[in-house]
């Protein structure tokens, strides 16, 4: 099985129903990221999006680069009327961000995919 090239290894950004749910597995490099950052807001802007979960249960660290990338992630979305809710942190994770002293401005936080699913459902049914 022949591995991607630099560059060409996506995030896969899947749709359930009007909500986006990308999964993070491992590190974000520079290119993945603007990708990704492209990929989100461009399918929120064709469809009828109005909720990104953004699940980084698989990412062990969280620096100040994919910080920030979280957080342009949730500000272009907000732009675009999506909210974004931020799922799996880890423990660990959660403590190395406040040691970096990183806020995640515009991001709510769920234990898990499910519980973040729920924030972003209708209230009204």
Request: hydrophobic content about 50%; glycine content about 8%.
């Given at each position: 099985?022949?591995?991607?090239?630099?560059?060409?290894?996506?995030?896969?950004?899947?749709?359930?129903?009007?909500?986006?749910?990308?999964?993070?597995?491992?590190?974000?490099?520079?290119?993945?990221?603007?990708?990704?950052?492209?990929?989100?807001?461009?399918?929120?802007?064709?469809?009828?999006?109005?909720?990104?979960?953004?699940d980084i249960s698989g990412v062990d660290i969280v620096d100040s680069f994919l910080g920030r990338v979280l957080a342009e992630i949730a500000s272009t979305a907000r732009?675009?009327?999506?909210?974004?809710?931020?799922?799996?942190?880890?423990?660990?994770?959660?403590?190395?961000?406040?040691?970096?002293?990183?806020?995640?401005?515009?991001?709510?936080?769920?234990?898990?995919?499910?519980?973040?699913?729920?924030?972003?459902?209708?209230?009204?049914?």
């Amino acid at each position: 099985m022949s591995q991607p090239l630099p560059g060409q290894a996506q995030v896969p950004v899947l749709a359930l129903g009007d909500i986006l749910l990308v999964s993070l597995q491992g590190e974000l490099h520079d290119g993945m990221a603007e990708q990704l950052q492209h990929d989100i807001s461009s399918r929120i802007a064709t469809s009828r999006v109005t909720g990104v979960v953004l699940d980084i249960s698989g990412v062990d660290i969280v620096d100040s680069f994919l910080g920030r990338v979280l957080a342009e992630i949730a500000s272009t979305a907000r732009l675009l009327a999506a909210r974004t809710v931020l799922a799996g942190m880890r423990p660990a994770v959660a403590i190395t961000l406040v040691e970096l002293g990183l806020t995640l401005h515009g991001l709510t936080t769920a234990l898990d995919v499910d519980r973040a699913m729920e924030l972003l459902s209708p209230e009204e049914k």
